[in-house]
């Protein structure tokens, strides 16, 4: 299973962006779904992540500025980034967790290839 991300792209300081991914084949089922960002230089770290029954957990530097939200019919995940500070740019990377393409297949954790994100002005 794949995950195809789209969205990045280069915002000015105080600007929006929105950011989705979703599994390129039908799938079964997915667990918590998540955005990771890596910066030059930074190890990968977590930005956001949501579980299938819908609670989310942020990391302190996005909270209150960006939200993530799924649709489990499209299986599809979101991040909404607002107020976007030049520290935020990085490469965005989405992630599913325990994914099942059918009832009966075995367990995946998926990444998607990554979509640039740079705030400049």
């Known amino acids: 299973v794949q995950l195809q991300a789209s969205g990045g792209g280069l915002v000015q300081p105080g600007g929006s962006l929105r950011l989705s991914c979703a599994a390129s084949?039908?799938?079964?089922?997915?667990?918590?779904m998540g955005w990771y960002r890596q910066a030059p230089g930074k190890q990968r770290e977590l930005v956001a992540i949501?579980?299938?029954?819908?609670?989310?957990n942020y990391a302190d530097s996005v909270k209150g500025r960006f939200t993530i939200s799924r649709d489990n019919a499209k299986n599809t995940v979101y991040l909404q980034m607002d107020s976007l500070k030049p520290e935020d740019t990085a490469v965005y990377y989405c992630?599913?967790?325990?994914?099942?393409?059918?009832?009966?297949?075995?367990?995946?954790?998926?990444w998607g290839q990554g979509t640039q994100v740079t705030v400049s002005s």
């Open positions: 992630n599913a967790d325990k994914v099942r393409q059918y009832w009966y297949s075995a367990y995946e954790l998926c």
């Open positions: 949501v579980t299938s029954g819908g609670s989310t």
């Open positions: 084949k039908r799938i079964f089922s997915i667990d918590a």
